[in-house]
């Protein structure tokens, strides 16, 4: 009878909750839905797998990539977040183990006397019973355990959209800058052709002549290795969105798109990322973890501006000290050792997990405010390149082309204002990446994740 009722303890709601094949992902998927960085999907078949790798070929084969279609195909396609998933799965079947509660069994030993052989069976059915008790607040922890394993994965899928866009961007500034040398390049062909002639007429002397050539192999140099950054770019791209650039072909645009009038992240930033970032909610489902764990319920502090507790006291007001209840049982169960240990043991881990968000939610406020100051202050940046110093260089170069119409300035003359307005060419598309890499570092500090701003390392495989 007794192995009767504990096989009829099973907690059969919490296991229709976690025993579906993608238990937890609805969470996932709206989280990401939320952050506005695409479709997540979750693939757990063959037939699965092969219809993501169709449609994957479907958006890319011989098309220019738009940063959107690299995020979404990420999403389809890498490994490294599916994998991810699987964590996810891992830790719905935790739960349902521990709501499903132990097998009923009853084991005898015959090694020893008859009351020997008693006293086992006593046991066993006695720790059966204490598994089937203590099952609630177990199944407890396990299901918070399981909903921080759901912020891990969204935080997993944000990290990669987050890393993808950011790659998509150095991609293509990349090819820009491959452009811009191109067209200096073809000055510089002409300088160097130009400076031989005269050199052969005697009209140029050989310090002159070499100077021209020494431009000219410069100028080749920098062109192989700005094409040499533009294909490890796009290698990285095509890594995190999960394809092979030799069995899939696909383009990158020439451009960066064009600076908005002003910057399209949110002034109220860190009040979002209180609200919204991952690493702050699991910590405060680690704080309930570990209460409902050692089954803490003396008086806690706050230890910040937001909520966020931290302590055990061991004492109420007034002196009276508070004690945890502790099953009374012949035999010793590690777990509930002594009161004094649970209390001791349970503080202290408390304090810590408490403590540690404390410390998130610093760091993410200063994330934030940071990422609000980045983005505002590039955009100005990449604004004063593209209206005041480019303008600029057009008058020069327009100037200069007069002069050399009117043979007031000679071939080599516009040839430097052309070399001049190469670097601020350049100066200002890198200043317009800058603005949309801080633009996408909003993101993943509005939402969380594992990118810090200005990263570029740490590709997921």
């Known amino acids: ?48 797998i092969s219809a993501a790798d169709a449609r994957t070929r479907s958006m890319i084969q011989g098309k220019t990539v738009t940063a959107e279609t690299a995020v979404q195909v990420a ?11 699987a964590d996810l ?39 059966a019973v204490l598994d089937a008790a203590t099952a609630k607040p177990r199944t407890r922890v396990a299901e918070l355990r399981f909903e921080q394993a759901q912020l891990a994965a969204a935080g997993e899928t944000i990290s990669l959209a987050v890393e993808t866009r950011r790659a998509w961007i150095e991609a293509v500034a990349a090819f820009e800058a491959v452009a811009l040398i191109k067209r200096s390049q073809n000055a510089a062909d002409a300088a160097s052709e130009l400076a031989s002639e005269l050199g052969r007429t005697g009209a140029m002397n050989a310090a002159d002549q070499a100077r021209e ?17 533009a294909q490890l770019a796009k290698e990285r ?59 803490l319920t003396g008086q806690t502090r706050a230890v910040s501006d937001i909520t966020i507790l931290a302590g055990l006291e061991s004492e109420r007001d007034g002196g009276e000290t508070e004690t945890n209840p502790v099953l009374d049982v012949e035999f010793e169960i590690p777990l509930y050792d002594t009161g004094k240990l649970i209390s001791r043991r349970g503080a202290l881990a408390y304090l810590k997990a408490a403590n540690q968000l404390a410390q998130a939610a610093v760091n993410a406020r200063a994330e934030a405010r940071a990422a609000h100051l980045a983005v505002t202050g590039k955009h100005s940046v990449a604004l004063h390149w593209r209206d005041v110093v480019l303008p600029l260089r057009r008058t020069i170069d327009e100037e200069a082309l007069k002069s050399y119409s009117g043979m007031i300035t000679s071939t080599f003359e516009l040839l430097e204002d052309a070399r001049d307005g190469l670097e601020a060419q350049l100066g200002a598309g890198e200043a317009k990446r800058d603005y949309w890499l801080a633009e996408t570092d909003v993101t993943a500090a509005i939402w969380g994740g594992n990118v810090s701003a200005g990263a570029s390392e740490g590709d997921k495989e």
């Open 1 to 48: 009878m007794t192995l009767g009722l504990l096989a009829a303890c099973a907690d059969t709601a919490t296991i229709d909750r976690v025993s579906g094949p993608r238990a937890g992902f609805a969470a996932v998927a709206d989280r990401s839905k939320k952050a506005q960085i695409g479709a997540a999907a979750w693939h757990q078949s063959a037939a699965e």
């Open 89 to 127: 799965g891992l830790s719905a079947a935790d739960v349902w183990e521990t709501a499903l509660g132990p097998v009923p069994s009853v084991g005898i030993s015959v090694s020893g006397l008859a009351g020997n052989v008693a006293r086992t069976l006593e046991a066993t059915l006695i720790t």
């Open 213 to 229: 050539h020494a431009f000219n192999a410069e100028i080749a140099a920098e062109l192989a290795d700005a094409k040499l950054e």
């Open 75 to 85: 999403m389809l396609n890498n490994r490294g977040l599916q994998a991810a998933y």
């Open 237 to 295: 791209l095509a890594r995190l969105m999960g394809v092979s650039l030799g069995q899939v072909t696909f383009y990158i645009p020439d451009a960066l798109p064009g600076l908005p009038g002003r910057p399209r992240s949110r002034a109220d930033i860190e009040r979002l990322a209180l609200q919204n970032r991952v690493d702050l909610a699991a910590g405060r489902l680690e704080l309930e973890a570990i209460a409902a764990d050692y089954k």
